[in-house]
């Protein structure tokens, strides 16, 4: 099974392949943090129907010439190359080509995901042209792409720690990277800390953002709110916290995210990968102070921790 940072490393290399051979496999990475402020919403979602309409224009051309005709993708699913045909489209919320699509424009995407975006949106047929060129593809991803926490941590918990296919993508009920972050929280199957003691580094922990009641913040039309997961087996203690934590000294857990939060020495939002210090918040039980290495200050967080075989 892949590790957090396993999975988040397949976002930064995206094979982009042809099912029909037009091109040679590019790589492209999504890395970027997407937050759709209305001054943004409506371009992303007018190229989303634009790409829409023109899977549905692909299908009647290629039914034209045979009725029985599907659209065909091939992804690399992280463990090999797989081909999937789909006999039908529709932009039913059911559809699970069209959410194959629709997730990539609003950060809840996977990699085979976004891969399936640009390799559709790249066919070129007679009266329906490609809406972008092979050459293009990372400009694409970064006009138009990218992915916040949930997407990052739902995906991972959705699509590796559960074991749901990558083309199932709502279709059975389990946390998914539209999942608010109070259901993932509430769903996911580990055993909360409440002590620094507790903490078992070499557990895959979940640690979500709190109000100032010690309540999780659920994200989405609540309000912003922020989950990372644990890179299990991963843990180190770092000095000269006295003024972030009140702490001289304090253990560490390596964590991963996507966050709006510009990072460096890259000076990028996205995705990242750091140490994040923890400690007690002697207020309230089991909430704790974690100060992580893309940014400052601390923030009040919850974690649950479940055994990792790995």
């Not at 829409?52 to 051309?61: E, G, M, Q, T």
């Not at 990052?152 to 083309?167: E, F, I, K, S, T």
């Amino acid at each position: 099974m892949l590790s957090p940072p396993q999975y988040m490393q397949r976002y930064r290399e995206i094979i982009v392949s042809s099912a029909s051979g037009a091109w040679n496999p590019a790589t492209i990475s999504v890395d970027r943090y997407l937050l759709n402020t209305p001054a943004r919403q409506q371009g992303i979602m007018n190229e989303r129907a634009k790409l829409a309409r023109k899977v549905l224009k692909d299908l009647s051309i290629l039914r034209a010439a045979d009725p029985a005709a599907g659209i065909s993708v091939s992804v690399d699913s992280g463990s090999g190359a797989e081909r999937r045909t789909f006999a039908t489209f529709t932009t039913n919320a059911t559809d699970q080509l069209w959410a194959l699509l629709r997730y990539p424009f609003v950060g809840k995407g996977s990699p085979e995901a976004v891969s399936i975006v640009l390799q559709l949106a790249a066919v070129d047929l007679p009266g329906s042209p490609a809406i972008v060129s092979p050459e293009n593809f990372q400009s694409y991803c970064d006009t138009w792409l990218g992915l916040d926490c949930n997407g990052l941590v739902g995906n991972y918990l959705r699509h590796v720690l559960y074991g749901v296919a990558w083309d199932d993508v709502n279709s059975t009920n389990e946390i998914g990277p539209d999942s608010d972050i109070s259901i993932i929280w509430n769903r996911f199957s580990g055993t909360e800390y409440k002590h620094v003691g507790d903490v078992d580094p070499a557990q895959l922990i979940l640690v979500v953002l709190v109000d100032e009641h010690g309540k999780v913040k659920p994200g989405g039309s609540s309000g912003y709110g922020h989950i990372l997961l644990s890179g299990p087996g991963e843990s180190t203690s770092i000095d000269g916290l006295k003024n972030k934590l009140g702490i001289d000294q304090a253990p560490a857990i390596c964590t991963i995210e996507s966050t709006h939060a510009v990072h460096q020495p890259e000076g990028k939002d996205g995705l990242f990968r750091g140490w994040s210090a923890y400690a007690e918040n002697s207020a309230q039980a089991g909430v704790f102070r974690l100060l992580r290495g893309v940014v400052g200050p601390a923030i009040p967080v919850r974690m649950k921790g479940m055994n990792w075989s790995g």
